[in-house]
């Protein structure tokens, strides 16, 4: 049974994970194969989820560690004097 | 995960500051900063409160640690801590933002086709020196529905497997690939198209196409 491009599409994100079974994975990559559509879809969603996983997209507020752990210290006192 | 601290070290940290040695503490906490900060973030849309609610999170973990049982993950636990903080801050504000917490349930219809493109010419992250493509990630992200947007940012930028993402945000596995799977397919729809101008340039031959 060939799979069509809306069944591939619903397994993207599990089969980007390495999450769909061997039998399940052989039918997808057949499908890639022969169906630029599906490839580009799922190259082009890889490359997203690599994208936004770099530290570089969401960086933490300048001094936010020094805070945080200056408020920490605070507290750590305010505990020591009870 | 990120950053991620070995379990057993962590387990002795734990022992020994509930000892007596506080200032462990701080390294305790250190891998777990990233994402109680970006996951109240998520939340609260607002970087001073999620600052503040990130520090009052953390002062929670420590009063509380005597409570930590050791059965989830201690990243988990701190992690589910934080949502708390972060939709009692939300349940407080009276100007609730238009975006209910439980507006969105999994059962929602929705579409999540994806961009139909015919090539892909990756983008490598060397293109994120360029502030714009990271903004153009970071709003592509924010724009999501939360209850999407939440499992995004621990599986996929705080890299947390499905077990633990699902006990930090306390719904099943099953919603958290259901969400994810639709998460990522939203961004991609919303991103693929944009991120086309992002690609290298091609090598011309010979010079004349400029």
Redesign the interface.
Known sequence: MRIDCKHV??H???Y?DG?VDAALRAEIDKHLETC??C???L???R????????????E??AG??D???A??DA??AL?DMR | MKNAANPEAEAEWIRRILAGEKHLFHQLIRPCERAIYFLLHSLLHNEAEAEDAAQETAIKVYRNLHLFRGDSQFRTWVLSIARNEGLGRLRRTANRREESLDALTDGDAGDFTPAILTSWREIPAEALERQELARLLRQSIDGLPEIYRNVVLLRDIEEMDVRETAAALGVTEGAVKVRLHRGRALLQRALAPKLKMFAPKRRKLFGWAR
């Not at chain 1, 490359?47 to 570089?56: I, K, P, S, T, W």
């Open positions: 599409w619903q993207i994100s599990a980007i999450e630029e559509i490839s580009a879809v190259d082009s969603t490359n997203v989820v690599v994208l936004v996983a770099d530290d570089r997209v969401f933490l507020p936010f560690a805070r945080l752990h408020r920490l507290e750590l505990e």
